[in-house]
């Protein structure tokens, strides 16, 4: 049986149907592959949910964090600034050191950071520094955000190291455990105005 030969118009379109094949193909590993560490983003950043509710327990903003390497967390950190009567005692800066002595090394290339804040100024600028590849964020800080809302320490060109940001990850619940919190603090504190104005 003999082959029948192609023109050089429908070689064209075959190799124009297997190319969009391919697009096709492709695209949809891709949105496979984002579903999935969406998920994985959604189960770190819960965790790092929970380590917040141990520094609201405490009576600190309620911030937690934790480090990623190898899809297994190394490093877990919360807010403890009135605890530790330190201004360095945030976060991000606690599960840095935490990831840095687990690992023996201050280069966390190979890790992911979720934080239920957008870190500070000082925070970014040591996310930056441990030059961690990628940074989870739950909710945006308007007020003194260093990722992306006042300035962006951890994509800036200057610098020789750049760190991908996602933004958004359960925003819901970091946002309301935060709001719940100064809520509940304004309440406090005016209730304890009242009772020294009495």
């Known amino acids: 049986?003999?082959?029948?030969?192609?023109?050089?118009?429908?070689?064209?379109?075959?190799?124009?149907?297997?190319?969009?094949?391919?697009?096709?193909?492709?695209?949809?590993?891709?949105?496979?592959?984002?579903?999935?560490?969406?998920?994985?983003?959604?189960?770190?950043?819960?965790?790092?949910?929970?380590?917040?509710?141990?520094?609201?327990?405490?009576?600190?903003?309620?911030?937690?964090?934790?480090?990623?390497?190898d899809d297994k967390v190394i490093a877990r950190g919360y807010n403890r600034r009135i605890t530790d009567q330190s201004t360095l005692s945030h976060a991000e800066i606690i599960a840095i050191k935490k990831a840095s002595k687990k690992l023996g090394d201050w280069r966390l290339e190979h890790c992911t950071m979720y934080v239920t804040l957008e870190p500070c100024q000082m925070c970014a600028g040591a996310i930056v520094q441990a030059r961690i590849p990628r940074c989870v964020i739950g909710c945006m800080?308007?007020?003194?955000?260093?990722?992306?809302?006042?300035?962006?320490?951890?994509?800036?060109?200057?610098?020789?190291?750049?760190?991908?940001?996602?933004?958004?990850?359960?925003?819901?619940e970091c946002s309301y455990l935060l709001k719940d919190f100064f809520g509940r603090l304004r309440k406090v504190n005016k209730e304890a105005k009242t009772s020294t104005e009495s």
């Open 1 to 69: 049986m003999e082959k029948k030969k192609l023109s050089a118009d429908e070689k064209h379109k075959r190799r124009i149907a297997l190319r969009e094949e391919k697009k096709l193909a492709l695209k949809q590993l891709k949105e496979k592959e984002e579903k999935l560490q969406y998920k994985k983003d959604e189960k770190y950043m819960g965790q790092a949910l929970k380590l917040a509710g141990k520094a609201a327990a405490l009576g600190e903003v309620p911030i937690g964090c934790l480090i990623v390497y």
């Open 141 to 172: 800080n308007p007020k003194a955000g260093c990722a992306g809302s006042i300035i962006n320490i951890l994509d800036m060109k200057e610098f020789n190291h750049r760190v991908k940001i996602t933004r958004g990850i359960l925003e819901k």
